[in-house]
């Protein structure tokens, strides 16, 4: 993160039941992740759109895509269960 504040900025949110945090996939940072993991909440990343985004969002901790090409999204998705990969 570029603003090293923004995770203490978590904290009420934390306290409050924090259900999910919405994070650009492409700045997304294992540090955030594993704080939003620890807090119990999702982690959705926006706009993840192509095979080789919606694995880097996945790789770096992200629970949810939002995209612009849901039946290509779920195609992926969906090979990536029967090659047995974690989605």
Do not use: H, Y
């Not at 934390?14 to 594993?34: H, I």
């Not at 629970?63 to 999204?73: F, R, S």
């Amino acid at each position: 993160l570029k603003d090293p504040a923004a995770l203490d900025r978590l904290r009420p949110a934390e306290r409050a039941g924090l259900f999910a945090v919405s994070a650009r996939w492409d700045v997304l940072e294992p540090r955030l992740a594993g704080r939003v993991a620890r807090a119990g909440a999702r982690l959705w990343c926006w706009t993840v759109d192509g095979e080789a985004a919606m694995s880097r969002a996945v790789e770096r901790g992200a629970t949810g895509l939002c995209c612009n090409d849901v039946p290509q999204a779920r195609r992926i998705l969906d090979r990536w269960a029967l090659e047995g990969r974690p989605a």
